[in-house]
Every structure is written in structure tokens, then in C-alpha cells.
């Protein structure tokens, strides 16, 4: 059960990723004059994701560490 609870969170974590890649891809192609501010966006919203896989991770290995310690 922890080890299907590993799989899924890296597979979020890796999907949280690919999709701030993906609004910064979005928005550095978009053919608008001043992309700025999009670009700015897109910057927050990678580190923001990179951010919160990097949490989940972290929580993950907690709770399998807890769950293995109680047994």
C-alpha cells in the first residue's frame, strides 16, 4: 500500500512539473508584442510546481517512514 502511495505521488509530482513547463512554454510562444508579464507568470507557476513536488515528496517519505516505524 505505502509503495503504491510513493508511485502515485511522484507520478503528481512529476505531472505538477510538466504542466508549469507546459504555461511557460504556452506563454513564451504566444505571439503577443509584450509577453512580460506572461513570462513572469509562467516563471512563478514552474517554481511554484517545482515547489510543491519537491513537498510531496518530502510528506511522502515522511509518512512511509512513519507507517514502517509502527509496524
Known sequence: MVGLMQIMIYMLSVYLIFKG????????????????????IGILVLSIAVIAAGGFSLWKDQVAASIG???
Do not use: K, W
Open 21 to 40: 513547463v507546459e504555461i511557460l512554454q504556452i506563454t513564451l510562444m504566444s505571439g503577443r508584442a509584450n509577453r512580460t508579464g506572461g513570462v513572469i
Open 69 to 71: 516505524g509502527s509496524e
